[in-house]
């Protein structure tokens, strides 16, 4: 683990809803994890997910396979 703090930043398409996460994208070499919260609840719990499981999610966003529902 690496002792950096996280940058946590949301992405530019996000809207002004209140349901987003943010992301600590300076520690995923370093820990070959995602960090990932709810931006509403910044002192809230953080889920570390593995790169490779963030990066198919993030492709099938793109790709629309992931419902609204």
Known sequence: MT???PRWFKS???E???QCIEVAANLIAACGMVPVR???CP???????????FTSF???VK???LGTA
């Not at 002192?43 to 499981?53: E, F, K, M, R």
């Open 3 to 5: 002792s950096e703090s």
């Open 12 to 14: 530019s398409y996000s």
């Open 16 to 18: 002004n809803g209140g």
């Open 38 to 40: 709810d931006s509403k």
């Open 43 to 53: 002192v809230g719990p953080v889920l570390n997910v593995a790169t490779g499981s």
């Open 58 to 60: 993030v492709a099938g």
């Open 63 to 65: 790709a629309g396979e």
